[in-house]
């Protein structure tokens, strides 16, 4: 198994053998970065600590097309013949319609130039932290809509967690914990409320003041994995094929923002009914 990452840091600073081909950089321990905020390196570290392979691939933020060239370029260094997209949060779920799609460029990048490496065999897409995402306008009630539509199209998989008291938990609330305080001026929103509801926390849960201004719900749901296929996913999905010559990832926001201005009408927020 490998990690790699679409990246929210700042790469290009980074020394030359740091690039094993074009927007992929392979993210070791010892990797040097005057950025503080480096979460892949975090991991690295992290990984080192628990005795685990210890490399983390980070990806340029870039469009489509140089996006998959550089999964292709992973697929043929290490072998690779099933990819798991993972989603913090549930707004890659969105097909596009809906009156809020959180933050989808970076999501919808990546499903885009997975969804064209039809040479891979298995390709999957997996969602975390069920509700974390109506801190960027998502409603949920359309998310199991959507997962009810994969599911009658045959592409959804299933749901499973992982339990507190499990190895796997244990190390996950310790690899956040890590995390944290490896960049406590910048703790990630998501795990930070995964890893309270996997505590068995409830409601407005407070562990940054980035959501000093917004009224988070954390609850158990938080921490299920839902899972798709990539097929399944990029078939339903409405504005796919538009980010296809994308070469940045300000051409990805923009291509959904003119898809989004040319829709006559919008599928409205609908309350959980009980």
Same mark, same amino acid.
Request: glycine share 8%; with cysteine; proline share 5%.
């Given at each position: 198994?490998?990690?790699?990452?679409?990246?929210?840091?700042?790469?290009?600073?980074?020394?030359?053998?740091?690039?094993?081909?074009?927007?992929?950089?392979?993210?070791?321990?010892?990797?040097?970065?005057?950025?503080?905020?480096?979460?892949?390196?975090?991991?690295?570290?992290?990984?080192?600590?628990?005795?685990?392979?210890?490399?983390?691939?980070?990806?340029?933020?870039? #469009?489509?097309?140089?996006?998959?060239? !550089?999964?292709? +370029?992973? $697929? /043929?260094? &290490?072998?690779?013949?099933?990819?798991? =997209? @993972?989603?913090?949060?549930?707004?890659?779920?969105?097909?596009?319609?809906?009156?809020?799609? #959180?933050?989808?460029?970076?999501?919808? !990048?990546?499903? +885009?130039? $997975? /969804?064209? &490496?039809?040479?891979?065999?298995?390709? =999957? @897409?997996?969602?975390?932290?069920?509700?974390?995402?109506?801190?960027?306008?998502?409603?949920?009630?359309?998310?199991?809509?959507?997962? !009810?539509?994969?599911?009658?199209?045959?592409?959804?998989?299933?749901?499973?967690?992982?339990?507190?008291?499990?190895?796997?938990?244990?190390?996950?609330?310790?690899?956040?914990?890590?995390?944290?305080?490896?960049?406590?001026?910048?703790?990630?929103?998501?795990?930070?409320?995964?890893?309270?509801?996997?505590?068995?926390?409830?409601?407005?849960?407070?562990?940054?003041?980035?959501?000093?201004?917004?009224?988070?719900?954390?609850?158990?749901?938080?921490?299920?994995?839902?899972?798709?296929?990539?097929?399944?996913?990029?078939?339903?999905?409405?504005?796919?094929?538009?980010?296809?010559?994308?070469?940045?990832?300000?051409?990805?926001?923009?291509?959904?923002?003119?898809?989004?201005?040319?829709?006559?009408?919008?599928?409205?927020?609908?309350?959980?009914?009980?």
């Amino acid at each position: 198994m490998h990690l790699a990452n679409l990246s929210f840091s700042h790469l290009y600073g980074l020394d030359a053998e740091v690039w094993q081909a074009p927007e992929l950089a392979r993210i070791t321990p010892d990797t040097r970065s005057a950025e503080r905020y480096f979460p892949e390196r975090t991991l690295a570290r992290w990984l080192k600590v628990h005795q685990m392979p210890d490399t983390v691939w980070a990806f340029g933020s870039t #469009g489509v097309r140089p996006l998959r060239a !550089a999964y292709r +370029a992973l $697929v /043929a260094r &290490l072998g690779i013949d099933a990819i798991l =997209l @993972v989603d913090g949060g549930t707004d890659i779920l969105m097909r596009g319609d809906e009156t809020g799609l #959180g933050t989808p460029e970076e999501d919808m !990048a990546s499903l +885009a130039a $997975v /969804a064209g &490496l039809t040479e891979v065999p298995e390709r =999957l @897409v997996t969602c975390l932290g069920f509700g974390v995402d109506a801190y960027h306008g998502v409603n949920h009630s359309l998310v199991l809509e959507n997962l !009810a539509a994969l599911d009658a199209a045959g592409g959804y998989l299933g749901a499973f967690s992982l339990p507190r008291d499990s190895r796997e938990g244990a190390l996950y609330l310790d690899a956040v914990a890590h995390a944290r305080d490896a960049c406590p001026e910048h703790p990630s929103i998501v795990h930070g409320s995964v890893a309270a509801a996997l505590q068995g926390r409830f409601g407005d849960v407070r562990f940054t003041a980035r959501t000093g201004n917004s009224e988070l719900f954390v609850n158990p749901l938080m921490t299920l994995y839902f899972t798709v296929t990539v097929e399944a996913l990029a078939g339903r999905n409405l504005y796919l094929d538009k980010l296809e010559r994308t070469q940045l990832m300000r051409q990805v926001a923009t291509a959904i923002e003119e898809f989004r201005d040319g829709l006559a009408v919008q599928r409205p927020p609908r309350m959980f009914p009980h």
